[in-house]
């Protein structure tokens, strides 16, 4: 018999045994594998939630009258592809009246050009209103598929290869943040669900922060117009981008030279947007059809300006048409907030002091301007002192959920806006660890939570189920897994070698865990027990209060994360801060 072996096998760590959450399981056996590999198995993992997002009911579905935001949409391809330019803007405006920037009103022609050709029907003037054919459902889906996929899915990818490098993270950690991102639950559920092009604006405003990552300032401005072209939600993260973009011309020395550069692209780039626009009624005014214009019913803002613009003078028709699209793009008269939303005036309104209608819409609009002003200014301030990239994502973030918070008009899908930027933080150094995981996801988890009861309506509780409890599960978070949040034996880094020995602190977990008591009571509550009598939306306005606190406290969240690692106090620079201070754009 032979003697035993002295030799004893090498003992493996525990944490290479047990994976730090579930997302690095599913792709640990793709570790090491090249991107070639990696990168489709992500798309293709995305892309099949979304399909199956697509399959269930819409916003407005069998809804009559209007039938909600797919009508809408649909609407816009009808009335760009069937009439002239300069009626887009003026068109029925009770029915659906087009009220983004004109390059979704370019985007729609392309769209309706598109489905024109396989069935006209689906986009014929007047008659095919309220539409419900189940092929017009599959292209319409398809369409927001494909946009996404060729704007928003590469600008993602490439933004996250220049942070994650920048960062120091390696490839495989960054795909874990890929795929994270990408499965955001709140934006599968508005633009695939409920129906929207959301991620079209939302892709060219990653390219823009992108092109800034990669010092190429001059196509960050090109970018970021574009965005504001397509939806102006995109303002929420216009202060901060100005910000930067002022500060890397006057720090850590002034380039006038520079800032002229991006002002005058800046310019070009508003002017190539409203070029067709602008053309279009030149056109129509002095060569197709000269008393179509005049025709026309003056906007508002028109009147309002210090002079009094004749209809017969050359400068007319641009006017009108610059009057009623800015008329159109920024609806005040619609009130302070629509619907019940998770932010501070409505939080206010339903719960402490009335708002509407014992204040003028005036007021109402100063009030919002004010505290909107004073959320953003810490921000903004802390990018233009230092102008640096690794501080944009936090910054965007921060000034996101101000304008989200605080600001006039604001829908509850807006809240995808703050989303985006916080849950790029997932690619940067530490953004797998416990600390900024946690707060990541408790964000997507409330921001789809509050979403819930327009979801609701549109059908699609399943599919917000789905999504959000398979979100929560792949990152370890509540109610799946509490490990993010307990105390860690071991000084070796999670599985993703982020921040090693990075902790969530007990604060932090105490607020997280009321908020996860309190999202999960609240839908026992909503599913088993009637509303008292007279108050039919407490339940709402309970999900309006809990929202507003949870937002609240990511805005601070990311407002300190900024402050940290911006350096701009002694003893709060972090160590990547220390490791390397950064040359400015």
Known sequence: MAPPSSHKPRRRRKH?????????????????????????????????????????????????????????????????????????????????????????????????????????????????RGLDDPDLKVFMRATAFISEYLIYVPAVVIFLRRYSLQQG?????????????????????????????????????????????????????????????FKQMALFYAPAIFAYLLGVCLFPRPDILRLIKIGLVTILSFTALFAPLLLGATYHSYVSAPTSITSLPAPPLLSSLPFNPKPDAWYYPLLLQLAQSVHRIFPFARGLFEDKVANLWCALHHSIHKLSPRYSSAVLQRMALLATSTLITPPCMTLFLRPSRRLLPWALAATAWAFFLASFQVHEKNVILPLLPMSLLLGGEGGLAPPVRAWVGLANILGAWTMFPLLRRDGLAVPYAVLTGLWGWLLGLPPWSWECYRKSESKEASASAASPGAEVGWVTTALHAGLYAA???????????????????????????????????????????????????????????????????
């Open 16 to 128: 290479d045994d047990q994976p730090h959450f579930p997302l690095v399981s599913f792709l640990r056996p793709a570790k090491g594998e090249s991107q070639w590999i990696v990168l489709p198995l992500i798309l293709m993992a995305a892309g099949l939630f979304r399909w199956a997002t697509a399959m269930w009911d819409y916003s407005g579905f069998q809804s009559p009258p209007m039938h909600g935001d797919f009508e809408a949409q649909r609407h816009w391809m009808e009335i760009t592809t069937h009439l002239p330019i300069t009626q887009w803007y003026f068109h029925d405006l009770e029915w659906w009246g087009l009220d983004y920037p004109p390059l979704t009103a370019y985007h729609s022609w392309l769209l309706g050009k598109v489905g024109a050709i396989i069935n006209p029907s689906w986009f014929a003037l007047y008659t095919s």
């Open 169 to 229: 993270v390696n490839s495989w950690e960054s795909s874990i943040a890929l795929l994270a991102i990408l499965m955001q639950p709140a934006t599968m559920l508005i633009d695939h669900g409920h129906f929207q092009y959301n991620t079209v604006m939302l892709g060219l405003v990653v390219g823009s922060v992108s092109s800034m990552l990669a010092r190429r300032a001059l196509w960050g401005s090109v970018f970021f117009v574009g965005a504001l072209g």
């Open 519 to 585: 999202m999960l009571g609240w839908h026992v509550l909503e599913a088993c027990v009637e509303p008292p009598q007279g108050k039919p939306d407490l339940w709402i306005v309970l999900n309006v209060l809990v929202g507003t606190a949870g937002f609240g406290l990511c805005y601070l969240w990311c407002l300190w994360g900024l402050l940290v690692r911006s350096g701009l106090f002694e003893g709060w620079k972090d160590t990547g801060n220390q490791k390397e201070k950064e040359k400015s754009l």
